[in-house]
């Protein structure tokens, strides 16, 4: 089998290269490995940056993945003559000869042109650091993983090796190509802190330890994690606005002198009556305040004016007149939006989009007088601004802010129910017609705890929507790592992040490919919890409508079992044992060995679930079941140690956030 690389699908297509000579006959191929035998050497510069000493150990590791072939790797000053095909990686004296110059490329940008039978493939570089999400000077390795993804099919579904999906081939050759491609998006995360700290050297809690993850495991967890991030080109992080609730704190400091700078309350009062109050809502439409806001800023770096990360607005007339309308009927979903958040009973509950909106303006109008090219960073798109204005306000690209499905739990989670959904894609175009910049900063990944949670359609949907409406970017809040249950949909995303042409279809297809002879039954199995997602919308929302520790998506544990009660399970376990028996009936185990990857996330479900049964909803279990809870728990621990080496769930994340606030386990020690 010969794999071609056609086009470079998804990613855009900035220019084809001028002022150089490009065979354009379809007969020129590189070739790279033919019949199981290396055709082609991988070249470098002489003294290579990092960026390209690891581009050059991905391809050759992918390459031998695929073929079983170990592609030579040489410095360009010492070529081997008897190979039909170079690879130039990075800038080389070569590439500088074919007036391949990275000068003029974008950011994250690379050529990849075949000349003759060579092929080169070049981005900026420096020294940094290959894996680093704000090392945009990263060229190169994104194009090696263009080509290991689109000529070899390569599926990097989840960290480690089990999860990267090569398919076996003799021959590798390309046709002739000349593109320079740059991402679609300009940033694109999904945030990882937790495995972050231990990358860079943090201590786990011993609570921690013993619940789940081994220091030793999370640590090449983490390292397998980046790994998978960087394949999927995830990065551009210096690209992206700065974001934050930018008045948090300024009751603290300037409340004392200025009350009359924060907002009026119901009862009359200013502000808030705890002076150590951290969000409290500003009086946008004081002057003074506005003049001292621009004073504030030092003139060169971004204009900050997120609102406060509280619910609730200034209930003064001059704020009052800058609000739009409100609505005349409240959609039964948007309630908390509009009327009925209790952090908001003091002040305005309703939307102030228009009036954040207006101030956001009249800042830049004031700031541009110190600075003509300032940014203006409204931040978030969010709580009581979260519904589009309504008065035709028209805002600029001097704008910039994040949109945010939060506030009622209907608007949060996907599957929401479609009215809301519908809903939700209204307030995106509505604040994209103001005319600002937009990146998407969702949380609803957060949702699902170690539970089957598989949803991929909407949210899909969602992505592709606000791509084709004005999202220059997206990171998404958090990477809760629960590769075997959440798998499906943390694989579209990931994909969806780097191409936001792709088709949802075909990306669940790639997914499900990389099962061999299993992957109908494994699309099955999905479909079974999607289904199961989308016919419960209602009650989940219901069940997870109080919050916990501050977020709703913290309760998880709480109501685990009532949300996925054990035997639900039932139809699940038997798709997976019809897709392990067909995947084994392919001589590669490895079919097989996802297939199991999956089951072992599934029992990881169930075995939480009957812990969570025991705890039912409160901190400790009852006394006459003490024993009962003490072994379940053993059990589950047992299970997590014995394939905590597998990835199949980032246990840090599970026991540090979702458990030990949930649950007080140290009663169950044995
Ligand atoms: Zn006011």
Redesign the pocket.
């Known amino acids: 089998m010969s794999v071609f690389v056609c086009c470079l699908a998804g990613a855009v297509i900035m220019s084809e290269g001028q002022g150089v000579r490009v065979n354009d006959e379809t007969s020129a191929v590189v070739r790279i490995v033919a019949d199981g035998k290396a055709t082609a050497v991988v070249v470098t510069a002489d003294a290579p940056p990092p960026i390209v000493q690891y581009a050059a150990a991905e391809l050759v590791r992918h390459v031998k993945k695929a073929t079983g072939v170990t592609l030579p790797v040489a410095a360009e000053s010492t070529v081997p003559e008897d190979y039909a095909s170079r690879v130039f990686l990075g800038m080389t004296k070569a590439a500088g000869k074919q007036g391949l110059m990275t000068d003029k490329l974008p950011p994250e940008a690379f050529v990849i042109r075949s000349v003759g039978a060579d092929l080169y493939i070049v981005g900026e570089e420096d020294g940094g650091d290959p894996l680093c999400p704000t090392n945009s000077k990263c060229g190169t390795l994104f194009g090696v993983y263009e080509f290991i993804e689109t000529a070899l099919g390569v599926r990097w579904l989840w960290p480690g090796e089990l999860g990267t999906y090569v398919p076996r081939t003799k021959t590798i050759e390309l046709p002739a190509v000349n593109r320079v491609v740059s991402p679609a998006l300009r940033f694109r995360e999904l945030a990882w802190h937790g495995m972050r700290k231990i990358l860079d050297g943090g201590k786990m809690d011993q609570k921690d330890i013993r619940l789940g993850f081994s220091p030793e495991v999370a640590r090449s967890y983490a390292e397998a994690l980046s790994a998978l991030l960087r394949r999927h080109r995830m990065g551009g992080m210096d690209a992206k606005p700065p974001t934050g609730h930018a008045f948090g704190g300024w009751w603290q400091r300037y409340g004392k002198e200025h009350p009359e700078w924060f907002?009026?309350r119901r009862d009359g009062g200013r502000g808030s009556t705890d002076p150590k109050a951290r969000d409290v809502d500003i009086?946008?439409?004081?002057e003074e305040l506005q003049d001292f806001i621009v004073k504030q800023w030092d003139g060169k770096s971004v204009l900050r004016l997120g609102p406060v990360d509280r619910p609730g607005r200034?209930?003064?007339a001059?704020?009052?007149a800058w609000d739009g309308p409100q609505p005349e009927k409240i959609p039964w979903f948007a309630k908390v939006v509009y009327e009925t958040d209790p952090r908001a009973k003091d002040v305005f509950a309703g939307a102030t989009s228009d009036r954040y909106a207006r101030f956001w303006k009249t800042i830049q109008e004031k700031a541009r007088k110190r600075n003509p090219d300032v940014l203006v960073s409204g931040s978030f798109i969010y709580e009581n601004e979260f519904p589009a204005p309504v008065t035709g306000i028209k805002l600029n690209k001097g704008i910039y802010a994040e949109f945010v499905q939060w506030q009622d739990p209907h608007l949060r989670w996907f599957p929401m129910p479609e009215e809301a959904y519908a809903w939700v894609k209204a307030q995106w175009l509505g604040w994209q017609q103001t005319g600002l910049r937009m990146g998407y900063r969702p949380n609803y990944l957060h949702n699902g705890y170690v539970m089957p949670h598989v949803e991929t359609r909407q949210s899909g949907d969602f992505f592709k929507f606000a791509h084709k409406h004005g999202m220059e970017g997206a990171r998404f809040d958090s990477l809760t790592g629960q590769w075997a249950v959440h798998g499906l949909g943390l694989y579209m995303h990931l994909r969806l992040l780097n191409k936001p042409d792709l088709e949802i279809e075909e990306i669940r297809s790639e997914y499900f490919s990389a099962f061999g002879p299993a992957a109908g039954a494994v699309e099955r199995y999905c479909d079974c919890w999607e289904n199961y997602a989308v016919e419960n919308v209602m009650p989940f929302l219901e069940l997870f409508s109080t919050p916990f520790c501050g977020y709703r998506y913290r309760a998880y544990p709480l109501k685990a079992h009532k949300a996925y009660p054990i035997e639900v399970f039932a139809p699940a376990v038997k798709l997976l044992e019809e897709a392990v028996a067909l995947a084994r009936a392919d001589p590669l185990p490895e079919y097989a060995e996802r297939v199991e990857f999956l089951r072992v996330g599934l029992k990881h479900a169930q075995l939480t679930v009957q812990l969570a049964g025991i705890f039912d909803g409160k901190k400790n279990v009852p006394k006459d079941r003490l024993q009962e809870g003490t072994d379940s728990l053993a059990e589950l621990v047992r299970f997590r140690k014995d394939h905590q080496q597998m990835y199949f769930s980032d246990l840090l994340w599970v026991t540090s956030f979702w458990e030990r606030p949930a649950w007080n386990v140290d009663a169950l020690a044995k």
Do not use: F, S
């Open positions: 907002m009026l009086c946008v439409t004081n200034c209930t003064c001059a704020c009052r």
